[in-house]
């Protein structure tokens, strides 16, 4: 789906959020869904893998990386779904891809949380912090469906949620990737199919991302829907899920062929394309 240039937002009320487990957002104080989490916590050397880790934009020194991604593996919102991370993290690692990354929300689900964050730690994909991940270091919202409990979650697994940065940045030969949950550091905000005119208006968090000029890409989660959408210069790529009850997938982008992938992931250990969807313009 394209989208025109966003126009400039008049206020600073608006904002739009993404409704997984919309009624538990309420829970959360204001000050603290206002504040936007920080991103500046590094990654530790483990967790990517040394072929990949040249990839990565180092943020802190300012200095950006020779070598550019052009084909991208994305795993979608994993919600603690252990057999079908294995799944997608095999089929994904027998394409020819620069890199495999995941989008967040690892916990809350109906499988085995720890061997999902197991099989990310040992199969190096870089990922960034969701809400849920957010919340159950938090101890908080643990009244949502499918809560993963902190007893469930052994040390292991809760040093390495706490690992993970908020945000990754990559280098393309068109421009800068941004890896996040939500929209940049705020993991409750989103971008949807069905986001209206005004809503896309008032989306201050997708307006900061536009205005950044070296940014044209961001691959994100949080929404459970499978979407790309263009706003001029900057393409904004939504993974899915890998959650059981809403479609399965997980997606390949190209960035030279300007075309993201996706595939469904099924619980047979099989995965099956699904629809191609490209996007076209500015780069």
């Keep these: 789906m394209l989208a025109g240039p966003l126009p400039g937002p008049t206020d600073s009320s608006?904002?739009?959020?993404?409704?997984?487990?919309?009624?538990?957002?309420?829970?959360?104080?204001?000050?603290?869904?206002?504040?936007?989490?920080?991103?500046?916590?590094?990654?530790?050397?483990?967790?990517?893998?040394?072929?990949?880790s040249?990839?990565?934009?180092?943020?802190?020194?300012?200095e950006s990386m020779d070598r550019q991604v052009k084909r991208i593996g994305v795993i979608g919102d994993v919600h603690a779904e252990d057999e079908l991370l294995?799944?997608?993290?095999?089929?994904?690692?027998s394409r020819e891809l620069d890199l495999v990354v995941c989008v967040g929300d690892v916990v809350?689900?109906?499988?085995?949380?720890?061997?999902?964050?197991?099989?990310?730690?040992q199969r190096r994909i870089p990922a960034v912090r969701g809400n849920h991940d957010r919340w159950l270091l938090e101890g908080t919202n643990r009244g949502v469906k499918d809560a993963s409990q902190p007893e469930q979650v052994n040390a292991g697994s809760r040093l390495y949620?706490?690992?993970?940065?908020?945000?990754?940045?990559?280098?393309?030969?068109?421009?800068?990737?941004?890896?996040c949950h939500g929209l940049g550091e705020y993991d409750l905000a989103s971008v949807r199919p069905t986001?209206?005119?005004?809503e896309i208006y008032n989306n201050l968090e997708l307006w900061g991302l536009y205005r950044r000029a070296d940014l044209r890409f961001v691959i994100n989660g949080h929404t459970h829907r499978r979407d790309v959408r263009r706003f001029h210069h900057l393409t904004v790529i939504s993974a899915g899920t890998l959650h059981r009850d809403e479609a399965p997938s997980c997606a390949i982008i190209d960035i030279p062929d300007a075309a993201a992938e996706f595939y469904d992931v099924?619980?047979?250990?099989?995965?099956?394309?699904?629809?191609?969807?490209?996007?076209?313009?500015?780069t």
């Design 161 to 179: 949620l706490a690992t993970l940065p908020a945000t990754l940045e990559y280098s393309t030969a068109n421009g800068t990737l941004l890896l």
């Design 54 to 62: 040249q990839f990565v934009r180092q943020q802190n020194s300012g």
């Design 266 to 282: 099924h619980g047979d250990g099989t995965v099956t394309f699904a629809v191609r969807t490209g996007w076209h313009g500015v």
């Design 108 to 121: 809350d689900g109906k499988g085995d949380v720890n061997r999902c964050c197991e099989l990310l730690r």
């Design 195 to 198: 986001d209206t005119a005004e």
């Design 14 to 52: 608006g904002r739009s959020g993404g409704s997984d487990c919309t009624s538990s957002v309420a829970l959360e104080s204001t000050s603290h869904a206002t504040k936007r989490q920080s991103s500046t916590r590094d990654l530790s050397i483990g967790i990517l893998p040394p072929d990949r």
């Design 86 to 93: 294995a799944v997608a993290t095999q089929f994904l690692s």
